[in-house]
């Protein structure tokens, strides 16, 4: 599952580089996260310049998120795109 989400950041405001400072946050939850209270690792994935955190977790042409799952598979993790 991937959930998506704006946060403000303090820190982006009056930035030199005039970047909003509202960006895009998602985050993908393994299979079974929602009905577990089990605790899982998160890695965090910034994009580079000139992309965005949409670009890295857009899902595949055949829609659902087997991309992200299909790399989390072996070690069930949270994956945060900002």
Do not use: K, W
């Amino acid at each position: 599952m991937i959930v998506h989400s704006r946060i403000e950041s303090t820190h982006l405001q009056g930035n030199l580089l005039q970047d909003p400072s509202e960006r895009d946050l998602f985050l993908y939850l393994p299979q079974g996260y929602e009905d577990s209270d089990r605790r899982y690792p998160t890695a965090y994935l910034l994009h580079a310049f000139g992309e965005n955190a949409e670009q890295l977790v857009h899902p595949p042409p055949t829609g659902g998120d087997g991309h992200l799952r299909s790399r989390t598979s072996s070690i069930p993790c949270s994956v945060a795109c900002l």
